[in-house]
Structure formats: structure tokens, C-alpha cells
């Protein structure tokens, strides 16, 4: 087994697993959004946060599990639920920070009565995602690196790895996002996002997976 089949098994399921956990996670948001829209009271607001907060679970079961998946047969000492936890619990800690900016803003607004703040422009979007992006980066990492830093040398190097990885993934999402909703089609919108999910969970298991290979490079040597 070579780092370059790591590399490619890592960064296929790192794809496919964020296509189908973060699809589905933005499909039962935006489902209980809808739901919810017009109801822009306090209730309202914080149930949004906490059903938003809580659909991350599914992104991190699809991942950790796919990523466990792939980093077994080169990491066979980490266990499958080891990962999947410390996967599940970096993802709802990144979600409850993600979210919680827009939700006080939001209880803000709510509690003024006041209009909603207008939109930034799409390069500050995109700015301000990278920045989430390495923020929560880090975040997502961190229990994964306490889940394999007894065992591995050198796995620090995991949560810049993640870092880096988000910084670039995260704004791929949100242009993907603006792309999609901007289709004149429904069956447009959904291949779009399939399609930008697709590529940005390649782009973040695409980069972090050079770092896992090197990890395993420098593992293997005695």
C-alpha cells in the first residue's frame, strides 16, 4: 500500500461523503427553514439555530465514517468510533459557531423589528468564508488530532492541515450556493450543488490527504 493510494481513497471518500452529509444536511435546513420563514420571532430564531446546529450531525457521520474507511488499511490502530465521534463532536462545536453570528443578529434584528441588513458583496462573501473556513478548520480537527496524536508522530501537523484545507473549501461552497440558487430550475439547482459539494469535499480531502499521506510516509519509516 502506497501514500499515493491513500491519497486518492482519502480524497474520493472525502468528496463523495461531503456530497451526500452535506447535501442532505442543507436539504432538511432549508426544509425546516421554509417551515419556519415569516416566524422571525425569538422562538423561531433559536429553533432554526438548534435544528441547524444538530443537521451537522449528519455531515460528520458521513465523513468520519467515510474517512475511517479510507485511512484504516495505512491506520488500522484507529477505531472506527474513536473517529466517528471525534469527527461528530468538532462538527457540532464548527455548526454552533458557524451559526451563531447570523442567529444573534437575527434576535437582534427580531427584537428591534428593524429591516434585515443587506447583503455584503459576493468577494466579501467569499473572503469571509475562508476565513470561517480556517477557523473552523481548526476546529473540525482538533478531536481528531487528540483521537490520533498518542499514536502517530508528528500529528500536529493535522489541524494546519485542516486549516489550510477549509480555507479553500469553504468559499467553493458558498459560491456554489449563490450558483445554485441562481438556476432557473429546481433539478438545475439540486445537480449544481451535487456537483460543488462534490468538488469542494475533493478540494479540502484533496489537501489534508497530502498531509495524512505524509503522516503515514513518516510512520512507516522506523
Known amino acids: 500500500m502506497s501514500k499515493n493510494q491513500l491519497w486518492?481513497?482519502?480524497?474520493?471518500?472525502?468528496?463523495?461523503?461531503?456530497m451526500v452529509g452535506l447535501g442532505l444536511t442543507f436539504l432538511l435546513t432549508g426544509?425546516?427553514?421554509s417551515k419556519l420563514d415569516g416566524q422571525q420571532t425569538m422562538i423561531g430564531i433559536l429553533l432554526s439555530f438548534v435544528l441547524a446546529v444538530a443537521s451537522g450531525g449528519i455531515e460528520a457521520t458521513f465523513?468520519?465514517?467515510?474517512?475511517?474507511?479510507?485511512?484504516?488499511?495505512?491506520?488500522?490502530?484507529?477505531?472506527?468510533s474513536v473517529w466517528w465521534r471525534a469527527t461528530?463532536?468538532?462538527?457540532?462545536?464548527a455548526y454552533v459557531l458557524g451559526y451563531l453570528p447570523s442567529t444573534v443578529?437575527?434576535?437582534?434584528?427580531?427584537?428591534?423589528?428593524?429591516?434585515?441588513?443587506?447583503?455584503?458583496?459576493?468577494?466579501?462573501?467569499?473572503?469571509?468564508?475562508?476565513?470561517?473556513?480556517?477557523?473552523?478548520?481548526v476546529v473540525l480537527s482538533f478531536a481528531q488530532w487528540l483521537a490520533i496524536r498518542g499514536e502517530v508522530r508528528g500529528a500536529g501537523i493535522w489541524i494546519p492541515a485542516n486549516m489550510l484545507a477549509w480555507t479553500f473549501g469553504m468559499?467553493?461552497?458558498?459560491?456554489?450556493?449563490?450558483?445554485?440558487?441562481?438556476?432557473?430550475?429546481?433539478w438545475q439547482s439540486v445537480l449544481s450543488m451535487a456537483g460543488i459539494l462534490f468538488t469542494a469535499g475533493a478540494v479540502?480531502?484533496?489537501?489534508?490527504?497530502?498531509?495524512?499521506?505524509?503522516?503515514?510516509?513518516q510512520n512507516s519509516k522506523p
Do not use: C
Open 105 to 137: 443578529m437575527g434576535m437582534g434584528e427580531a427584537a428591534a423589528s428593524s429591516a434585515p441588513t443587506v447583503e455584503p458583496p459576493q468577494w466579501v462573501v467569499l473572503l469571509l468564508a475562508a476565513g470561517m473556513g480556517a477557523v473552523g478548520g
Open 88 to 93: 461528530l463532536i468538532g462538527a457540532l462545536i
Open 31 to 33: 426544509l425546516a427553514f
Open 63 to 80: 465523513v468520519g465514517l467515510a474517512q475511517w474507511w479510507a485511512m484504516s488499511p495505512w491506520f488500522p490502530f484507529v477505531r472506527k
Open 204 to 217: 479540502v480531502g484533496g489537501i489534508h490527504g497530502l498531509f495524512l499521506a505524509r503522516l503515514y510516509e
Open 8 to 18: 486518492t481513497r482519502w480524497t474520493l471518500a472525502n468528496a463523495l461523503s461531503e
Open 171 to 186: 468559499p467553493v461552497i458558498f459560491w456554489g450556493i449563490d450558483m445554485a440558487f441562481n438556476m432557473p430550475a429546481i
